[in-house]
Nanobody, 124 residues
Framework: QVQLVESGGGLVQAGGSLRLSCAASGRTFSSYAMGWFRQAPGKEREFVAGISWSAGSTRYADSVKGRFTSSRDNAKNTVYLQMNNLKPEDTAVYYC?????????????????WGQGTQVTVSS
């Protein structure tokens, strides 16, 4: 069992930065690949970024490539999403998720555990 708690969301102006954190409980955290998803009102949940269990591999949605960076610290049971040059279209609730696969999937259904989400609002 893995429990995930996100933090770091908030209100920021366009062009600004935020760093989201996702703290995990459970001794097997390091064996899970982690993903970040977001969901805006009226839209489906979409993949944003992911990182493999060893942090040796990352993947990003085209819409955030070059602006967002995913990292993890397995000693601290924490995964991060650094978001730079934020745009109003990045506004959404952001979720972290854990999958038993070693590499992050873009498909929400492949994830076993989810956090409660944190709101990110980017003003123009």
């Amino acid at each position: 069992q893995v429990q995930l708690v996100e933090s770091g969301g908030g209100l920021v102006q366009a062009g600004g930065s935020l760093r989201l954190s996702c703290a995990a409980s459970g001794r097997t955290f390091s064996s899970y690949a982690m993903g970040w998803f977001r969901q805006a009102p009226g839209k489906e949940r979409e993949f944003v970024a992911g990182i493999s269990w060893s942090a040796g591999s990352t993947r990003y949605a085209d819409s955030v490539k070059g602006r967002f960076t995913s990292s993890r610290d397995n000693a601290k049971n924490t995964v991060y999403l650094q978001m730079n040059n934020l745009k109003p279209e990045d506004t959404a609730v952001y979720y972290c998720a854990a999958t038993r696969y070693k590499y992050p999937s873009r498909t929400p259904g492949d994830y076993d555990y989810w956090g409660q989400g944190t709101q990110v609002t980017v003003s123009s």
